[in-house]
């Protein structure tokens, strides 16, 4: 008896706080609005527009002549720099992340950039990669001098000179 008195409680109290909460969202209501029927038609007149400002001609400069680039920024596609001997996924991705993605790219770029390059992401790269022969192996892939490249990656070692 006493545990349903307590729940009989708890309901009472669970329906005197939903009639609060009702009569709260309904005291900011306008009083007119509450005793309207909703079939009523909204009296309100239509809001006027506002005029619209015709905005002034302005000239417009000719756009200027396209100028030739000799490294784009971005390329249309990137190479994957595997090819070079000595270069692995975690060295391309590195490179890929400084803004080097091509051949062109790596072959215009000192072989002590690419090791700033590298000990910035993580200085253990430099003692396990050498970069002093990636450009010219970058030049003659961005070349396409896919023999010329395979025979000096035949007389490389780890892409350093044996």
Avoid: H, Y
Avoid at 105 to 130: K, N
């Amino acid at each position: 008896m006493n545990a349903l008195f307590d729940w009989l409680v708890v309901v009472l109290a669970l329906v005197a706080l939903v009639i609060v909460l009702l009569l709260r969202n309904t005291e900011g209501e306008d009083e007119s609005a509450i005793a309207r029927s909703p079939f009523e038609a909204d009296e309100r007149p239509d809001p006027v527009p506002e005029p619209v400002a015709t905005p002034e001609p302005v000239a417009v400069a000719p756009a200027p002549e396209p100028v030739a680039e000799t490294v784009s920024a971005a390329p249309a596609k990137p190479d994957d720099l595997k090819k070079i001997e000595g270069i692995g996924p975690k060295i391309a991705s590195v490179l890929n992340a400084a803004g080097i993605s091509t051949f062109a790219q790596l072959a215009a770029t000192s072989a002590d950039r690419i090791r700033e390059i590298l000990a910035a992401e993580d200085p253990r790269l430099t003692r396990l990669a050498d970069p002093t022969t990636w450009a010219e192996q970058a030049q003659l892939a961005a070349a396409g001098k896919w023999d010329d490249l395979a025979a000096l990656q035949d007389a490389l070692k780890g892409g350093r000179r044996a």
